[in-house]
Protein backbone atom coordinates (compact mmCIF):
# COMPACT_ATOMS: atom_id res chain seq x y z
CA UNK A 1 0.00 0.00 0.00
CA UNK A 2 1.60 3.92 -0.64
CA UNK A 3 0.93 6.24 1.41
CA UNK A 4 1.20 10.34 0.09
CA UNK A 5 3.09 12.48 2.14
CA UNK A 6 0.18 14.21 3.53
CA UNK A 7 -1.52 11.22 4.79
CA UNK A 8 -1.40 10.94 8.54
CA UNK A 9 -3.66 8.36 8.65
CA UNK A 10 -4.30 5.15 6.35
CA UNK A 11 -6.43 2.47 7.23
CA UNK A 12 -7.58 0.02 4.67
CA UNK A 13 -10.05 -3.40 5.98
CA UNK A 14 -9.13 -2.52 9.53
CA UNK A 15 -10.97 -4.73 11.88
CA UNK A 16 -10.84 -6.19 15.28
CA UNK A 17 -12.76 -9.06 17.12
CA UNK A 18 -13.31 -9.89 20.13
CA UNK A 19 -14.33 -13.78 19.96
CA UNK A 20 -18.02 -13.19 18.25
CA UNK A 21 -18.11 -9.40 18.49
CA UNK A 22 -16.91 -7.23 15.86
CA UNK A 23 -15.59 -4.38 17.21
CA UNK A 24 -14.35 -2.78 14.13
CA UNK A 25 -15.62 -3.88 11.05
CA UNK A 26 -13.77 -3.45 7.82
CA UNK A 27 -12.69 -0.22 8.22
CA UNK A 28 -11.41 2.33 5.62
CA UNK A 29 -9.97 6.05 6.66
CA UNK A 30 -7.38 8.62 5.47
CA UNK A 31 -6.62 11.34 7.23
CA UNK A 32 -4.29 13.84 5.64
CA UNK A 33 -2.09 16.41 7.85
CA UNK A 34 -3.33 20.08 9.33
CA UNK A 35 -6.77 18.52 9.62
CA UNK A 36 -9.00 18.49 12.53
CA UNK A 37 -11.32 15.06 12.76
CA UNK A 38 -13.98 14.33 14.93
CA UNK A 39 -15.28 11.02 15.65
CA UNK A 40 -18.47 10.67 17.04
CA UNK A 41 -20.19 7.40 17.60
CA UNK A 42 -22.66 6.29 20.94
CA UNK A 43 -21.20 4.11 23.21
CA UNK A 44 -20.19 0.86 21.61
CA UNK A 45 -19.67 1.95 18.60
CA UNK A 46 -15.88 1.42 18.34
CA UNK A 47 -14.59 4.43 19.08
CA UNK A 48 -11.80 3.45 21.37
CA UNK A 49 -10.84 0.27 20.07
CA UNK A 50 -10.34 2.28 16.60
CA UNK A 51 -8.15 4.95 18.81
CA UNK A 52 -6.71 1.92 20.50
CA UNK A 53 -5.43 0.66 16.84
CA UNK A 54 -4.35 3.78 15.63
CA UNK A 55 -2.19 4.32 19.15
CA UNK A 56 -0.41 0.43 18.80
CA UNK A 57 -2.22 -0.44 21.55
CA UNK A 58 -4.27 -2.95 20.54
CA UNK A 59 -3.85 -5.86 17.33
CA UNK A 60 -6.03 -5.84 14.48
CA UNK A 61 -6.63 -7.05 10.95
CA UNK A 62 -6.10 -5.09 8.05
CA UNK A 63 -3.87 -2.32 6.87
CA UNK A 64 -3.06 0.21 9.08
CA UNK A 65 0.05 2.79 8.26
CA UNK A 66 0.23 6.12 10.78
CA UNK A 67 2.73 8.39 9.53
CA UNK A 68 3.81 5.38 7.34
CA UNK A 69 4.57 3.27 10.71
CA UNK A 70 2.87 0.43 11.52
CA UNK A 71 1.48 1.16 14.62
CA UNK A 72 1.50 -2.07 16.49
CA UNK A 73 4.97 -2.88 15.24
CA UNK A 74 6.24 0.03 15.44
CA UNK A 75 5.04 1.60 18.24
CA UNK A 76 8.07 3.30 20.49
CA UNK A 77 8.91 4.93 16.95
CA UNK A 78 5.32 6.20 16.28
CA UNK A 79 4.99 7.46 19.93
CA UNK A 80 8.00 9.76 19.05
CA UNK A 81 5.32 11.80 16.76
CA UNK A 82 1.86 11.13 18.87
CA UNK A 83 0.44 12.31 22.40
CA UNK A 84 -2.49 11.53 23.63
CA UNK A 85 -4.91 12.65 26.17
CA UNK A 86 -7.72 10.58 27.66
CA UNK A 87 -10.88 11.07 29.41
CA UNK A 88 -9.23 9.84 32.73
CA UNK A 89 -5.68 11.56 33.67
CA UNK A 90 -3.67 8.91 35.76
CA UNK A 91 -1.12 10.99 36.99
CA UNK A 92 0.38 9.54 40.74
CA UNK A 93 -1.16 12.06 43.50
CA UNK A 94 2.45 12.33 45.12
CA UNK A 95 3.99 14.16 42.35
CA UNK A 96 4.69 18.21 41.66
CA UNK A 97 4.64 19.98 38.82
CA UNK A 98 8.13 20.62 38.46
CA UNK A 99 8.80 17.02 39.16
CA UNK A 100 6.26 15.99 36.38
CA UNK A 101 7.82 18.60 33.78
CA UNK A 102 11.32 17.42 34.68
CA UNK A 103 10.47 13.70 34.01
CA UNK A 104 8.51 14.88 30.89
CA UNK A 105 12.13 16.73 29.90
CA UNK A 106 14.04 13.88 30.32
CA UNK A 107 11.83 10.92 28.71
CA UNK A 108 11.04 13.09 25.48
CA UNK A 109 13.08 14.65 23.15
CA UNK A 110 11.21 17.48 21.72
CA UNK A 111 8.94 18.44 25.07
CA UNK A 112 10.15 22.35 25.41
CA UNK A 113 10.27 23.09 29.03
CA UNK A 114 9.75 27.12 28.60
CA UNK A 115 6.71 26.46 26.60
CA UNK A 116 4.94 24.06 28.87
CA UNK A 117 6.09 27.06 31.91
CA UNK A 118 4.49 30.00 29.80
CA UNK A 119 1.49 27.74 29.29
CA UNK A 120 0.89 27.29 33.20
CA UNK A 121 1.44 30.83 33.90
CA UNK A 122 -2.03 31.45 32.65
CA UNK A 123 -3.21 29.13 34.96
CA UNK A 124 -3.52 28.88 38.97
CA UNK A 125 -1.58 25.72 38.71
CA UNK A 126 2.00 26.30 40.86
CA UNK A 127 5.05 25.05 40.11
CA UNK A 128 5.45 23.23 43.59
CA UNK A 129 1.61 21.82 43.40
CA UNK A 130 1.40 18.53 43.95
CA UNK A 131 -1.38 16.36 41.64
CA UNK A 132 -3.98 15.71 44.38
CA UNK A 133 -4.54 18.99 45.63
CA UNK A 134 -5.49 19.59 41.73
CA UNK A 135 -9.48 19.41 41.02
CA UNK A 136 -9.84 17.83 37.33
CA UNK A 137 -10.10 21.07 35.61
CA UNK A 138 -6.34 21.84 36.60
CA UNK A 139 -5.19 18.14 35.65
CA UNK A 140 -6.65 18.67 32.27
CA UNK A 141 -4.40 21.68 31.87
CA UNK A 142 -1.59 20.36 33.39
CA UNK A 143 -1.76 17.77 30.74
CA UNK A 144 -2.65 20.31 27.63
CA UNK A 145 0.24 22.35 28.73
CA UNK A 146 2.52 19.30 28.52
CA UNK A 147 1.22 18.12 24.71
CA UNK A 148 1.07 21.48 23.79
CA UNK A 149 5.13 21.46 24.66
CA UNK A 150 5.85 18.42 22.50
CA UNK A 151 6.15 18.89 18.79
CA UNK A 152 3.63 15.94 17.76
CA UNK A 153 2.60 15.65 14.34
CA UNK A 154 -0.69 13.97 15.85
CA UNK A 155 -2.83 14.64 18.82
CA UNK A 156 -5.47 12.02 19.98
CA UNK A 157 -8.33 13.56 22.74
CA UNK A 158 -10.27 10.74 23.86
CA UNK A 159 -13.05 12.58 25.52
CA UNK A 160 -10.34 15.27 26.62
CA UNK A 161 -13.24 17.33 28.67
CA UNK A 162 -15.35 14.80 30.20
CA UNK A 163 -16.53 16.30 33.63
CA UNK A 164 -15.25 19.25 33.33
CA UNK A 165 -17.44 22.85 33.36
CA UNK A 166 -18.16 24.90 30.48
CA UNK A 167 -15.71 27.64 31.46
CA UNK A 168 -12.88 24.53 31.48
CA UNK A 169 -14.16 23.31 28.37
CA UNK A 170 -14.23 26.02 26.00
CA UNK A 171 -10.79 27.01 27.74
CA UNK A 172 -9.67 23.77 26.64
CA UNK A 173 -10.24 24.14 23.04
CA UNK A 174 -9.85 27.83 22.84
CA UNK A 175 -5.84 26.96 23.83
CA UNK A 176 -5.79 24.17 21.49
CA UNK A 177 -6.65 26.08 18.51
CA UNK A 178 -5.14 29.23 19.31
CA UNK A 179 -2.21 28.00 21.16
CA UNK A 180 -1.44 24.39 19.23
CA UNK A 181 -2.93 23.65 16.22
CA UNK A 182 -1.31 24.65 12.53
CA UNK A 183 -1.67 23.30 9.52
CA UNK A 184 1.05 20.43 9.80
CA UNK A 185 -0.42 18.74 12.53
CA UNK A 186 -3.54 16.57 12.64
CA UNK A 187 -5.79 16.33 15.98
CA UNK A 188 -8.30 13.35 16.32
CA UNK A 189 -11.17 14.02 18.65
CA UNK A 190 -13.78 11.99 20.29
CA UNK A 191 -16.62 13.50 22.48
CA UNK A 192 -20.10 13.17 23.24
CA UNK A 193 -20.43 17.21 22.98
CA UNK A 194 -20.26 17.73 19.60
CA UNK A 195 -21.50 20.74 19.52
CA UNK A 196 -18.71 22.29 21.49
CA UNK A 197 -16.32 21.28 19.20
CA UNK A 198 -18.20 20.83 15.69
CA UNK A 199 -16.85 24.70 15.28
CA UNK A 200 -13.29 23.67 15.40
CA UNK A 201 -13.59 20.62 12.36
CA UNK A 202 -12.53 20.27 9.63
CA UNK A 203 -13.98 16.80 8.78
CA UNK A 204 -16.36 14.06 10.49
CA UNK A 205 -16.14 10.40 10.96
CA UNK A 206 -19.80 8.83 12.24
CA UNK A 207 -19.40 5.03 13.65
CA UNK A 208 -21.59 2.64 14.31
CA UNK A 209 -21.44 -1.36 15.08
CA UNK A 210 -17.58 -0.91 14.50
CA UNK A 211 -18.18 0.55 10.62
CA UNK A 212 -17.95 3.93 9.55
CA UNK A 213 -21.19 5.46 8.39
CA UNK A 214 -20.27 8.47 7.27
CA UNK A 215 -16.68 10.00 6.08
CA UNK A 216 -17.09 13.35 5.19
CA UNK A 217 -15.36 17.06 5.56
CA UNK A 218 -17.33 19.70 7.16
CA UNK A 219 -18.01 21.96 3.99
CA UNK A 220 -19.58 18.49 2.38
CA UNK A 221 -21.68 17.91 5.22
CA UNK A 222 -23.10 21.60 5.36
CA UNK A 223 -23.06 21.49 1.26
CA UNK A 224 -25.39 18.30 1.47
CA UNK A 225 -27.67 18.32 4.37
CA UNK A 226 -31.05 20.54 5.14
CA UNK A 227 -33.36 20.85 8.10
CA UNK A 228 -36.43 22.20 7.24
CA UNK A 229 -39.34 23.34 9.76
CA UNK A 230 -42.84 23.51 8.19
CA UNK A 231 -46.50 23.80 9.19
CA UNK A 232 -48.31 20.98 8.99
CA UNK A 233 -50.10 21.82 5.99
CA UNK A 234 -46.73 21.41 4.06
CA UNK A 235 -46.30 17.85 4.98
CA UNK A 236 -47.23 16.07 1.85
CA UNK A 237 -45.17 18.48 -0.06
CA UNK A 238 -42.51 17.52 2.43
CA UNK A 239 -42.81 14.15 2.18
CA UNK A 240 -42.75 14.29 -1.94
CA UNK A 241 -38.47 15.11 -1.27
CA UNK A 242 -37.80 12.00 0.20
CA UNK A 243 -36.98 13.10 3.65
CA UNK A 244 -34.50 11.16 5.61
CA UNK A 245 -35.78 11.71 8.82
CA UNK A 246 -38.76 12.86 9.90
CA UNK A 247 -40.01 14.40 13.18
CA UNK A 248 -42.59 16.90 14.98
CA UNK A 249 -42.22 19.73 17.30
CA UNK A 250 -44.62 21.54 18.74
CA UNK A 251 -47.09 20.86 16.13
CA UNK A 252 -44.52 21.51 12.84
CA UNK A 253 -42.80 18.96 11.35
CA UNK A 254 -39.20 18.82 11.15
CA UNK A 255 -37.56 17.47 8.16
CA UNK A 256 -34.08 16.37 6.84
CA UNK A 257 -32.81 15.92 3.50
CA UNK A 258 -29.41 15.25 1.76
CA UNK A 259 -28.85 16.24 -1.87
CA UNK A 260 -32.22 18.52 -2.20
CA UNK A 261 -32.33 22.39 -3.66
CA UNK A 262 -32.08 24.92 -1.44
CA UNK A 263 -34.62 26.90 -3.31
CA UNK A 264 -37.37 24.49 -3.35
CA UNK A 265 -37.25 23.70 0.08
CA UNK A 266 -37.42 27.25 1.31
CA UNK A 267 -40.76 27.13 -0.10
CA UNK A 268 -42.12 24.62 2.33
CA UNK A 269 -40.52 26.63 5.87
CA UNK A 270 -37.57 27.49 7.77
CA UNK A 271 -34.69 26.35 6.45
CA UNK A 272 -31.03 26.15 8.23
CA UNK A 273 -28.01 23.78 8.40
CA UNK A 274 -28.31 21.26 10.72
CA UNK A 275 -26.22 20.67 13.64
CA UNK A 276 -23.78 18.28 14.12
CA UNK A 277 -25.39 16.83 17.29
CA UNK A 278 -28.82 16.93 15.38
CA UNK A 279 -27.71 15.43 12.18
CA UNK A 280 -25.82 12.53 14.37
CA UNK A 281 -28.97 11.70 16.52
CA UNK A 282 -31.39 11.79 13.46
CA UNK A 283 -29.48 9.68 11.09
CA UNK A 284 -28.44 7.12 13.66
CA UNK A 285 -31.57 6.83 15.57
CA UNK A 286 -33.48 6.15 12.48
CA UNK A 287 -31.27 4.67 10.30
CA UNK A 288 -30.36 6.68 7.70
CA UNK A 289 -27.60 5.79 8.05
CA UNK A 290 -26.38 2.12 7.97
Not at 84 to 92: G, K, M, T
Not at 153 to 180: A, C, H, M, Q, S
Amino acid sequence: MTIASQDIVNAVGLSKNYGKFKALDNVNINIGKGKIVGLIGPNGAGKTTLLKSLLGLTSYDGDLQIMGLNPFKQRAQLMEDICFIADVAVLPDWIKVCELLDFVEQTHAKFSRSKAEAFLKKTKIGSKQKVKSMSKGMVVQLHLAIVMSIEAKLLVLDEPTLGLDIIYRKEFYDNLLNDYFDHERTIIITTHQVEEVEHILTDLLFIKDGRIVLDSSMEELTADYLEVMMPSENYEDGMSFNPLTVRKIFGKYVMLFKNVNRGELSALGEVQRPGVADLFVALLKDGGLS
